[in-house]
Every structure is written in structure tokens, then in C-alpha cells.
């Protein structure tokens, strides 16, 4: 069967964190290449740039102090809150919010599905009630109430096989992922907020007549089907009960104790994994390793720990340490123990600096600075609104799909229910022109649909003309995002990029100011930030460097660079986010894997434009 994969680490009060699904998602990846590597976190999420996991010893290691926690590899039933992207949050004193504990995120799910109206944490050890009318949790010593909230993320990797006996990594390709990409979280939200619809008509007691028992109760069930992505991801019924079984961590079985204090070996801390550069296809997301590993590098490398100096032979790995100087909060001697202990061990140890990343050029007059040759201007703005909005609904759909007699027994991937049934959005959402039976077929890709749930989906979208099917992501119209107000500057610099020594370099910069959410947006009416800009991006100054830049302006015009959301490295919500098209954001270096040299990414950023209608056939040559 499959498993959904969460990856945890214990922290200093005995509790288990879970990593994000993305972190999840890298460190899988890394695992199918190589079962006893090492993964730089730093690649997914910015905020956790010192840590390195060892997959050998299951322990992360902080680079700049040295702190070492271990790590283990769980496993949920696939129709639990990680199989299907819920995360629990509670909201903390500065405001920002918390996700719980996996175990207790799947207990919440789960009374949450079953449609309970309070769950009682005390028997996983918390004294804490939450109530799910009023989304919150109380203390029940101190009485304190706090808010909770319920979101949707990118599921947590799914796996083939049963629970592996210790060390035995289970093989086989995660099929039937669902993919992250706006297109499949629009199709989720929207069953997801039909589901709430139903569930809360459900909820309410009726009333003592005759009349609304039967209005109330008779279609009100979304069923979900087994066919969506390969597996019975949207299932309601979780077969998983409160508390986690499978709760077995890697590492021959040992008691949770036992796992710190595993044997040290050079192994284990090498000085620069392997860098993966992102590839995609089709928008869905994959990870390919470009080998770029620095273990042995040649020559002698010199080690001082106290006064002690002496060389190295080529070839001992360096262990990163950042805090060498003495800046920083923790003193060097502190960040130089992990060193000392493995020398102790009788382990050659060097200690590194750990390179930093080269973000940006060197400072560059603004005469330096050209025009992009074959562009006209240096600049865009874009206005708050780029295109006339208000199409009718029903005129879109009608527009893009034609009629079918004869219906095939197969489910509409909207609604999960088959298409000779009704669409399982009647009675959620009351269309004059479109009865809940009419199934209609999108022209160029041929997919079926019940025509309510293709309105349903462009109602939930950003209404911009277009449709996208769910299916195949084929696009109908011209697609534009929800990009908020902006300028977008791009000139030629006098640098060359890592592995394009024979051209100058594009830069462009991007500035989004902070703002207040209009309707096409999450939470309209809202405040979003807008972190990290100006963002500077950079491209080689070549023919095909120029082509990308083309369309790069195509896609801003469109407002698809940017959206407002939720950040996958910090989990601030409503904030300007990237919107899957991949920038690269370092000039001169790749350690953080947004940078040069990356032969793949310029026919990558193409295929990513393309899966958003915008392809090199846009370009009137």
C-alpha cells in the first residue's frame, strides 16, 4: 500500500517536530540517490541554512554551533492530514502561528472529518481543549484561549510499501503525488470549501419540520472517489485511528534514548553535499542532482583548533564551521566541540569556513547599466487591475467546453463523483443557466467535466477569462495571475555569470511594495507584506537569456511572476510569494541552488512559462 512520510526532529523539551512537507519532499529525493548522504535544508527553506541531516547517523547537525538532534522518518495512513495537506496551527503570543505535533495534527483531522464538535487532548498528555465552532484552544488549568486555525499546504511525500523493519529503506517511486502547482490547489480548495459548505448544512440541527429534513439531508454528501492522482488522497473516511502505530524510527529499532548517542564517523559530516538544481516539467515538480560535490578537494588544507596547526592530507573531510572568528552568539570553542570530539575519536578533522553564498555583483554604476539589446525600455509597471474582470461564469465554460450526449462512466476529477450522476456541487452552489447533471468536454484536451464543477472552479479561481483543466493543465484564454501592483526594471551589467564566461548578464529587479488585498486575493480587505524586495534576479546576456527576459516581461504584464500566499519557507501568510516560475536570485556562487552554474535552467524557466500559456510561439519574431 502507501504510506505518506513525515520526517522529525526531537527538540530540547523530548517532542517530536515535524519538518515541512516541502523539507519532506527534499530529503526523500536526496534518500532515492543516496541512502547514506547528507541533505542541506538550506535548499528549500532559507530559514533553516545552517542545518544539515545526515542520513547515515539520523541526526541534524547545525553548522554554526555545532548542535546535533536526531531525526527520524515516520509514517501516516495516506488519507491522514499529511496525505492530504492540512496543517493545525495555534496562534502564538507574537502572532505568528504554530503547526502541532503530527500526531496531534492527525487526531485534530480526524475529529474534524468525524464532525466532532470539541476534542479533548488530555489522553495524548495535553491539557488542552479544542473547540472547532469557535476554532480554539483552551487551557484547562490556565483557562487561556488561543485561536486555530486549518490550511491547506502541499501534501507530505507518499511512498510504495509497507513499514520498513529497521534499516530498510523502502524502495519505489512515489506515485500518485499530488502536485503543488495553483492549478491543483485551486481544484482542492475548491472541493475543500464545498465540503465545508456540506459539512456545515450538516452540522446545524434542523429544525423539527418534515420540509428541510429532507433538503438538508438528502445531497449533501461530497463522495470521494479512490481515482484522483493514483490514490485515495481525498478520501473522507481515515482509516488511521487517534494516535500514530506506526511510530517506528529508523536505526535498528533501538528505544528513542538510544538514537543520540550513535558512534561518530567522518562520514558524516561532509563539507558540501550535493547540489540539486530544480528540473520541471509540465509544472509538476522533480528534483535532479547536477553532482557537484566538493568532498575531496585537492591539496592540503590546514587545521587550527587551539594553537595546534598542522596539514591536512587532500581528501579528510572539512567539517563547516561558521562561527571561527568568534562572532556571533556562541562562543568558537563551543562550535568547534563536534571537532575536537571526532579528533578525539581518532578522525581527521578540518575545520572549514563554510563558503558563502555571492548574492550580488559588484556595485555597478548607473552608467554601466544598457538596455537589454533587441528589448525596448528598462522598465514595467503594472497597474492594479490588467485586465477587464466581470465575464460571466457560465459564458466561459460554454465558451471552452461543448456539450456531451452520451456520458462515459468515469468521475469528474472536481467533484469525485461520477459524470452520470448529479455534480457534487448541487445544492452548494445554485446556478440559474447550468442544471447539475450537463457534462461538457474542454476542446483542445478532450477532458470531461460536470459543466457546475468547471463554474465552480472558475468562480474559486481569479474570474480572468481563462480556463485551465484540471486534468492535463491545458489553458484556455489567456491566463493571468493575481499579481499585486508593481515595477519590474531589467538592464545589462558588465559581469559574467558562473558558466557563461562569454556573456554579459541580464539583471532584473523586481519591487512590490506592501499593500492592502483586493477580491481576487485570499483575504480581501487584508494588509500583505511584501518581504525581500527589491529582488534581484539574474540571467546571461545570450540569445537565449534574451528570449526567457521576453517572456519573463510577457508573464509580469500578465501578473503570473507573483501572488500573494503563503510562504513555503517562513509560513507567513499573506505575503507576495514567487509564483512557479524559478529566478535565479544569486549572482556568483550556487550554494543555496538559486544560482549559476545551472545548465538545465533556461530551457526549465521555458517549460515553466510555457505551463503558463506563455510559450516561445507568443514571441512575433
Not at 534518500?31 to 547528507?38: E, F, I, N, Q
Not at 587532500?314 to 552568539?329: D, M
Amino acid at each position: 500500500g502507501l504510506l505518506v512520510v513525515v520526517w522529525e526532529w526531537l527538540n530540547e523539551h523530548g517532542r517530536w517536530r515535524p519538518y515541512t512537507a516541502a523539507v519532506c519532499h527534499h530529503i526523500e529525493n536526496v534518500l532515492k540517490g543516496d541512502a547514506r548522504g547528507s541533505v542541506v535544508l538550506g535548499q528549500v527553506d532559507a530559514q533553516l541554512s545552517p542545518y544539515i541531516i545526515d542520513l547515515q547517523s539520523m541526526h541534524q547537525f547545525r553548522q554554526d554551533t555545532g548542535t546535533m538532534r536526531p531525526v527520524q522518518r515516520n509514517f501516516y495512513d495516506p488519507s491522514s492530514a499529511p496525505g492530504k495537506g492540512v496543517v493545525w496551527e495555534w496562534e502564538n503570543d507574537n502572532g505568528s502561528w504554530t503547526p502541532y505535533d503530527m500526531e496531534i495534527c492527525v487526531t485534530i483531522q480526524n475529529a474534524y472529518e468525524k464532525q466532532h464538535p470539541w476534542l479533548d487532548l488530555t489522553s495524548l498528555g495535553f491539557c488542552y481543549l479544542i473547540d472547532f465552532n469557535s476554532m480554539s484552544q483552551t487551557n484547562r488549568q490556565s483557562q487561556r484561549k488561543r485561536r486555530l486555525r486549518r490550511r491547506m499546504d502541499l501534501a507530505y511525500p507518499l511512498i510504495m510499501g509497507s513499514i520498513p523493519k529497521s534499516q530498510s529503506w523502502p524502495v519505489g517511486a512515489s506515485s500518485g503525488q499530488p502536485c503543488s502547482c495553483q492549478q491543483c490547489i485551486l481544484v482542492n480548495s475548491t472541493r475543500a470549501a464545498s465540503n465545508a459548505i456540506l459539512a456545515s448544512q450538516r452540522r446545524k440541527p434542523h429544525g423539527g419540520t418534515a420540509g428541510n429534513a429532507g433538503t438538508a439531508g438528502t445531497h449533501t454528501v461530497v463522495r470521494q472517489s479512490n481515482t484522483f492522482a493514483g490514490t485515495s488522497f481525498w478520501s473522507q473516511t481515515s482509516s488511521s485511528t487517534g494516535t500514530n502505530n506506526n511510530n517506528i524510527s529508523l536505526g535498528g529499532g533501538q528505544a528513542k534514548a538510544e538514537q543520540v548517542q550513535l558512534p561518530l564517523s567522518a562520514a558524516n559530516f561532509p563539507c558540501s553535499p550535493v547540489m540539486p538544481s530544480l528540473s520541471s516539467a509540465h509544472g509538476h515538480h522533480t528534483l535532479t542532482i547536477n553532482g557537484q560535490n566538493n568532498l575531496n578537494r585537492p591539496g592540503t588544507q590546514r587545521i587550527s583548533v587551539g594553537t595546534a596547526r598542522g596539514a591536512i592530507p587532500a581528501g579528510v573531510p572539512a567539517l563547516p564551521v561558521k562561527n571561527l572568528t568568534g562572532s556571533g552568539p556562541v562562543h568558537p570553542a563551543l562550535a568547534g566541540m563536534t571537532g575536537i570530539l571526532m579528533c578525539a575519536a581518532g578522525l581527521p578533522v578540518c575545520l572549514t569556513r563554510a563558503p558563502k553564498p555571492i548574492l550580488h555583483p559588484p556595485p555597478i554604476n548607473k552608467s554601466d547599466m544598457k538596455p537589454v539589446p533587441g528589448i525596448n525600455g528598462m522598465r514595467r509597471k503594472t497597474k492594479k487591475k490588467h485586465l477587464r474582470r466581470g465575464k460571466n461564469p457560465e459564458d466561459v465554460v460554454r465558451r471552452y467546453t461543448e456539450k456531451i450526449k452520451v456520458v462515459p462512466d468515469e468521475d469528474c476529477t472536481i467533484c469525485m463523483e461520477r459524470l452520470v450522476m448529479s455534480s457534487g456541487y448541487e445544492g452548494v452552489l445554485q446556478h440559474k443557466g447550468i442544471k447539475p447533471e450537463l457534462v461538457g468536454k474542454l476542446g483542445k484536451c478532450g477532458h470531461m467535466y460536470h459543466l457546475l464543477c468547471l463554474v465552480a472552479m472558475y468562480n474559486n479561481g481569479n474570474k480572468d477569462g481563462s480556463l485551465q483543466c484540471p486534468t492535463c493543465k491545458t489553458i484556455y484564454g489567456e491566463k493571468t495571475g493575481t499579481q499585486p501592483p508593481g515595477k519590474m526594471e531589467y538592464h545589462v551589467i558588465p559581469h559574467c555569470l558562473p558558466g557563461y564566461p562569454d556573456s554579459k548578464t541580464i539583471r532584473i529587479v523586481y519591487d512590490i511594495p506592501a499593500g492592502i488585498q483586493t477580491n481576487e486575493h485570499p483575504n480581501p480587505g487584508k494588509k500583505f507584506s511584501a518581504r525581500g524586495f527589491p529582488r534581484h534576479c539574474y540571467l546571461p546576456d545570450s540569445e537565449k537569456g534574451r528570449k526567457v527576459l521576453k517572456l519573463l516581461i510577457m508573464a509580469w504584464d500578465r501578473r503570473l511572476i507573483f501572488t500573494i500566499g503563503t510562504s513555503s519557507t517562513t509560513g507567513e501568510s499573506d505575503t507576495v510569494v514567487w509564483n512557479e516560475i524559478h529566478h535565479k536570485t544569486e549572482f556568483g556562487s550556487n550554494l543555496t541552488g538559486h544560482g549559476y552554474p545551472d545548465p538545465n535552467y533556461l530551457d526549465n524557466v521555458l517549460a515553466e512559462l510555457s505551463a503558463q500559456g506563455i510559450g516561445e510561439d507568443n514571441l512575433k519574431d
